[in-house]
């Protein structure tokens, strides 16, 4: 370094930084083992930071008895680095989700690099420290998709009103990674998977990464769209960024062809369409259904609830919520009888989306003829109470309402 020759491991060092950072693999960096003339540094600590000037790296300058913060936009922080490597500091720990690269001089001042785990894909992509998601189960490959979706920057931090949806694709991840450990899935064969209204394709090729990258079990993941330039548009990005297990077709929810569907996918599936993909699910006998309803149209215009809640129904926006609830209710009833084990969750808080409502099914090993009674009674008995004669879901499973 004292020559003006960047040496090759601090050249590589410098090199790996830039490539992690332009990446997304970035997680952090500390810089110790101090040599300058200030008796009080103890280290450096470098994350990722997401300012309104965009992407920028956050250096954390540690005294015995004070921190001084500095951030620097990408290209000048690895500068610094670079500046700091071999003289300031005398060791470097970089962090991506792939490895740690560590650089240390000797007494001499010659450097040498090892290499060790990261923070593997349980650290997930950055976590931008001004922005409060904590990316948990999606691996460094999902960045292709993520930046191509436009998510995120080429420098993977999440782009400017992409957060709430950001946030939505991790917490979806999370919770689907749940319900498939608590679900008894076929083990001898791929795992498919139907993604149905699966719009820009978000949560179809995170399900995907999830399947393929953290959780490393078989599965073939297929979208479904009405809409024609969706759907070619995803399969282009599939093609392009390599991952063979996933395809999208277009066609309606209700009679698209795809492989009979282990897990049927259905979030914010407009209307009816979420009774349609139900349906669908239970008529194949997925192990598991998990929908988000989106809007319920069906059901309002038949509300008709018994008379001491009437004039608190004239308000238009607690007629909404009456038929959100009756609507959702029977259908999580609906699926019960059909024969699964129904949880009904915010999947994420109302304060990112209104659209929250979580129905996760799980097919009951056996049939319940009991439990099939009493989910009879208490529907018929709840579209009673709210007047509702017709619901798209009870009509698909030819259940009788009245
Ligand atoms: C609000 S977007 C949701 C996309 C995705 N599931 C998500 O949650 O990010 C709903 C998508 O479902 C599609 N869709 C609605 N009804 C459908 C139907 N019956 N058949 C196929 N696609 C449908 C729409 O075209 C739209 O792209």
Same mark, same amino acid.
């Given at each position: 370094m004292s020559s003006g020759v960047t040496e090759p491991a601090v050249a590589e060092f410098l090199a790996t930084l830039e490539q992690s950072v332009r990446e997304g693999t970035f997680t952090r960096l500390t810089l110790g083992k101090t040599r300058g003339d200030d008796p009080t540094l103890r280290n450096v600590q470098v994350r990722t930071v997401q300012l309104k000037a965009g992407p920028h790296l956050n250096f954390v300058w540690r005294h015995d008895t004070q921190d001084i913060t500095k951030n620097l936009p990408p290209a000048e922080a690895v500068t610094e680095i670079g500046r700091l490597v071999?003289?300031?500091?005398?060791s470097a720990h970089l962090f991506t989700t792939r490895r740690l690269t560590q650089l240390e001089f000797n007494k001499k001042g010659q450097p040498r690099l090892s290499f060790g785990k990261g923070d593997g894909p349980a650290g997930g992509s950055p976590a931008p420290t001004h922005d409060r998601t904590k990316p948990? @189960? @999606?691996? !460094?490959?999902?960045q292709t998709w993520l930046h191509a979706l436009g998510i995120t920057n080429a420098a993977g931090v999440v782009r400017e009103g992409m957060a709430d949806k950001h946030r939505q694709i991790h917490k979806f991840v999370e919770l689907l990674s749940h319900l498939v450990d608590g679900a008894p899935l076929t083990t001898d064969r791929p795992i498919e998977i139907a993604d149905m209204g699966c719009g820009k394709g978000y949560l179809t090729f995170a399900t995907h990464d999830y399947f393929e990258f953290v959780a490393q079990r078989s599965a073939r993941v297929c979208g479904v769209e009405q809409r024609d330039p969706l759907v070619a548009q995803c399969n282009q990005l599939a093609l392009e960024t390599g991952r063979t297990k996933l395809s999208f077709v277009r066609g309606s929810?209700? &009679? !698209?062809?795809?492989?009979?569907? &282990?897990i049927l996918i259905a979030l914010h599936a407009c209307d009816t369409a979420t009774d349609d993909a139900i349906a669908r699910g239970i008529a194949a006998g997925s192990t598991l259904i998990v929908t988000a309803p989106c809007c319920q149209k069906e059901v309002r215009a038949q509300l008709t609830a018994a008379p001491v809640l009437a004039p608190a129904l004239r308000h238009g926006i607690f007629q909404e919520r009456h038929a959100e609830f009756a609507t959702d209710a029977l259908r999580a009833l609906l699926l019960e009888w059909a024969g699964y084990e129904t949880k009904v969750f915010e999947f994420i808080s109302t304060e990112h989306t209104a659209k929250n409502l979580m129905i996760a099914a799980t097919k009951r090993p056996g049939l319940d003829e009991a439990a099939r009674a009493r989910a009879a009674t208490a529907i018929r008995e709840l579209a009673a109470f709210y007047g509702v004669r017709a619901h798209a879901l009870a009509t698909h499973l030819d259940f009788a309402l009245a």
């Amino acid at each position: 370094m004292s020559s003006g020759v960047t040496e090759p491991a601090v050249a590589e060092f410098l090199a790996t930084l830039e490539q992690s950072v332009r990446e997304g693999t970035f997680t952090r960096l500390t810089l110790g083992k101090t040599r300058g003339d200030d008796p009080t540094l103890r280290n450096v600590q470098v994350r990722t930071v997401q300012l309104k000037a965009g992407p920028h790296l956050n250096f954390v300058w540690r005294h015995d008895t004070q921190d001084i913060t500095k951030n620097l936009p990408p290209a000048e922080a690895v500068t610094e680095i670079g500046r700091l490597v071999g003289t300031t500091f005398h060791s470097a720990h970089l962090f991506t989700t792939r490895r740690l690269t560590q650089l240390e001089f000797n007494k001499k001042g010659q450097p040498r690099l090892s290499f060790g785990k990261g923070d593997g894909p349980a650290g997930g992509s950055p976590a931008p420290t001004h922005d409060r998601t904590k990316p948990r @189960l @999606l691996p !460094a490959e999902s960045q292709t998709w993520l930046h191509a979706l436009g998510i995120t920057n080429a420098a993977g931090v999440v782009r400017e009103g992409m957060a709430d949806k950001h946030r939505q694709i991790h917490k979806f991840v999370e919770l689907l990674s749940h319900l498939v450990d608590g679900a008894p899935l076929t083990t001898d064969r791929p795992i498919e998977i139907a993604d149905m209204g699966c719009g820009k394709g978000y949560l179809t090729f995170a399900t995907h990464d999830y399947f393929e990258f953290v959780a490393q079990r078989s599965a073939r993941v297929c979208g479904v769209e009405q809409r024609d330039p969706l759907v070619a548009q995803c399969n282009q990005l599939a093609l392009e960024t390599g991952r063979t297990k996933l395809s999208f077709v277009r066609g309606s929810i209700a &009679d !698209a062809t795809v492989p009979t569907p &282990d897990i049927l996918i259905a979030l914010h599936a407009c209307d009816t369409a979420t009774d349609d993909a139900i349906a669908r699910g239970i008529a194949a006998g997925s192990t598991l259904i998990v929908t988000a309803p989106c809007c319920q149209k069906e059901v309002r215009a038949q509300l008709t609830a018994a008379p001491v809640l009437a004039p608190a129904l004239r308000h238009g926006i607690f007629q909404e919520r009456h038929a959100e609830f009756a609507t959702d209710a029977l259908r999580a009833l609906l699926l019960e009888w059909a024969g699964y084990e129904t949880k009904v969750f915010e999947f994420i808080s109302t304060e990112h989306t209104a659209k929250n409502l979580m129905i996760a099914a799980t097919k009951r090993p056996g049939l319940d003829e009991a439990a099939r009674a009493r989910a009879a009674t208490a529907i018929r008995e709840l579209a009673a109470f709210y007047g509702v004669r017709a619901h798209a879901l009870a009509t698909h499973l030819d259940f009788a309402l009245a």
